[in-house]
Structures are given as structure tokens and as C-alpha cells.
């Protein structure tokens, strides 16, 4: 289901998508985000901003994949998670986001193990049970946004925290489309 007309530079990436019939693999996703030929001005009907946290733009969807532009305002950031049973994979349009992944521990804490800064082009794919999370960490008044596809759709995650080797959920079921207002 297309929420609106897709933006021309962006459907090179939708076509690909609409003829997925399994899961996009980690390598091709990571390929056509590379050569994506997308920027801000093609998604800026789909960027809207939260103040209390990031919000989710839905741009279109199909049985294999939700397309979304990602907004963060300065200091908000995802939960700790991964991406159960789903491959994500992201483009930074605008703004510097810092990714951070993490491991598991064998007392089953888990911890960082790598931060990269992430400017505009740069690409990110992962999947299943890769641990991460997305902030955007730059001076107040900077935002960021994020064009991301998720295959399959994803609908749950699971969440960690710092100091607690309970494993929580997230459900991002909650997607603003075009029309809707915040």
C-alpha cells in the first residue's frame, strides 16, 4: 500500500522492494541504500518531528517492507535494540547520527562495542539479533533524519537496557503517514 506518490528519486529503491518476495538480504539493501539518489528535499513531505522522542514517517509499505524517514531532534535517541527477525537498513539524509552497537556479555549484560558517527550518505544495515541504538547527539536546535527500510516489516523488537539482563519489547506499530498531524 502506497501512502502517497513516491518521490521520483526514490523509485529506483520502491521498485526493487515492491518485487521482493522473501526478505531483502543485508548485502543488497546495503547496495541500493549506496546508490540511492535520494536527499532531504525528496522526503520533505514525510518529515515531522516529536518533541518527546524520534518519530516514524511512514512513505509507503508492501508485504516485504515498510519504507520510513526517520526525525530526531537533538538528544532523543532509539531504545537499545535489535531488529527481530527483520533486516534494517539506513541512509542519514540530514544531520550527524552516532550508532552504537552492542554485545552480550555471559552474565548477560551487554555492552558497547563500537560507536561510529554517521553523517549524510552515510549507509548502515543490520539484522536479526544485531544489537544497536540510534541517537542524534548534536548541539540543541541540530536534527537529523534518517531514511530506513525495515524486511519484513517490523512490527516488534527486542529491547535491552544497560543494567538489566531482562530483555524488554518494543512494538513500533504506531507509524504517522503523510496526512496525519503530530
Keep these: 500500500m502506497k501512502t502517497q506518490a513516491t518521490?521520483?528519486?526514490?523509485?529506483?529503491?520502491v521498485d526493487y522492494l515492491d518485487r521482493l518476495?522473501?526478505?531483502?538480504?543485508?548485502?543488497?539493501?546495503?547496495?541500493?541504500?549506496?546508490?540511492c539518489?535520494?536527499?532531504?528535499?525528496?522526503?520533505?513531505?514525510?518529515?515531522?518531528?516529536?518533541?518527546?522522542?524520534?518519530?516514524?514517517?511512514?512513505?509507503?509499505?508492501?508485504?516485504?517492507?515498510?519504507?520510513l524517514?526517520?526525525?530526531w531532534r537533538s538528544g532523543q535517541r532509539s531504545p537499545i535494540h535489535n531488529h527481530a527477525g527483520s533486516t534494517c537498513g539506513f541512509r542519514v539524509l540530514e544531520g550527524e547520527v552516532i550508532e552504537t552497537r552492542f554485545e552480550t556479555t555471559p552474565a548477560r549484560i551487554i555492552h558497547p562495542v563500537a560507536t561510529h558517527p554517521m553523517l549524510p550518505g552515510s549507509v548502515a544495515v543490520?539484522?536479526?539479533?544485531?544489537?544497536?541504538?540510534?541517537?542524534?547527539?548534536?548541539?540543541?536546535?541540530?536534527?537529523?533524519?534518517?531514511?530506513?527500510v525495515y524486511s519484513p516489516p517490523l512490527f516488534r523488537m527486542d529491547t535491552y537496557s544497560l543494567t538489566d539482563p531482562g530483555v524488554g519489547e518494543f512494538r513500533p506499530m504506531v507509524l504517522e503517514s503523510a496526512g496525519s498531524g503530530i
Design 126 to 148: 543490520t539484522q536479526d539479533a544485531e544489537i544497536h541504538q540510534m541517537s542524534n547527539l548534536q548541539a540543541p536546535g541540530k536534527d537529523a533524519v534518517t531514511l530506513h
Design 21 to 35: 518476495t522473501e526478505r531483502a538480504s543485508v548485502s543488497e539493501l546495503d547496495s541500493r541504500l549506496r546508490f
Design 7 to 13: 518521490p521520483r528519486n526514490l523509485r529506483p529503491l
Design 69 to 71: 524517514v526517520l526525525c
Design 37 to 67: 539518489d535520494v536527499s532531504l528535499e525528496d522526503v520533505c513531505e514525510y518529515v515531522r518531528f516529536g518533541e518527546q522522542s524520534y518519530l516514524r514517517n511512514l512513505v509507503c509499505d508492501g508485504p516485504w517492507y515498510h519504507l
